[in-house]
């Protein structure tokens, strides 16, 4: 089946660092890419996605491209901030169920802690 | 600018008791999502409804019920609560035409002793 594989955390950083966090995945077809992130204490929000093979999806400073031939979706960001310090998840949608089943299939998280 | 409302926020319960988290969005999206949160795990799906008036199973189903009371509303109920049900709740929605992401509320922290 359709799986995310996400680098381990947590990652520690200095401010003003660049930051990669590795993401793989297994799919059949072409399935949408998601990064998600989340907060101390709040929800999952939408960072960025990308639909289609050598999509680039940017967000605050945050950039991913959608590799098929590696099967990848690294989230990079050239010089991360304290703020920056959450839970990133990626994620890919099923396309097994199509329409409204449409389901996500999620990697693991990676948290990420950005020093001053 | 609501999107997605859970309620309660923070929950303490004794192994046995039932509870009802209550999710409601205002995006007027079809589909809706359960998941549960724990350390190490990620998030795993609990239930979906794909529209109003359709539930199914996600990955950890057992111990847990769920009603899609309208379009807007998507409860979980457990009905009779056990330690391991212990994790923070995520109550997400999305439109479903197309691959458009899932919009997620702040979540419900239930503890069960």
């Known amino acids: 089946g359709d799986s995310v594989t996400q680098m381990e955390g947590p990652v520690t950083l200095s401010e003003e660092a660049f930051l990669t966090i590795n993401c793989t995945y297994t799919a059949t077809g072409y399935p949408s890419l998601f990064w998600y992130v989340q907060y101390p204490g709040e929800g999952l929000q939408l960072l960025l996605k990308?639909?289609?093979a050598d999509d680039k999806g940017s967000n605050k400073g945050f950039e991913a491209t959608y590799r098929k031939e590696t099967t990848s979706f690294h989230l990079e960001k050239g010089s991360v901030q304290v703020s920056d310090s959450a839970v990133y998840f990626c994620?890919?949608?099923?396309?097994?169920?199509?329409?409204?089943?449409?389901?996500?299939?999620w990697g693991l998280g990676t948290s990420l802690a950005v020093n001053p | 600018n609501a999107g997605v409302t859970q309620t309660p926020k923070f929950q303490v319960l004794k192994t046995g008791q039932s509870m009802t988290l209550q999710c409601a969005q205002d995006?007027?999206?079809?589909?809706m999502y359960w998941y549960r949160q724990d350390p190490g795990m990620g998030l795993r799906l609990i239930y979906y409804?794909?529209?109003?008036?359709?539930?199914d199973k996600g990955e950890v189903p057992n111990g847990y019920n769920v009603s899609r009371l309208n379009k807007r509303e998507f409860s979980l109920r457990l009905e009779s609560a056990a330690p391991s049900q212990t994790s923070v709740y995520f109550c997400a929605s999305r439109e479903s035409k197309g691959n458009q992401p899932q919009h997620f509320g702040d979540g419900t922290r239930l503890s069960i002793l």
């Open positions: 409804s794909a529209s109003e008036g359709t539930t």
């Open positions: 990308a639909t289609k």
């Open positions: 994620a890919l949608s099923d396309l097994n169920n199509a329409g409204n089943n449409r389901k996500l299939i």
């Open positions: 995006m007027n999206h079809n589909s």
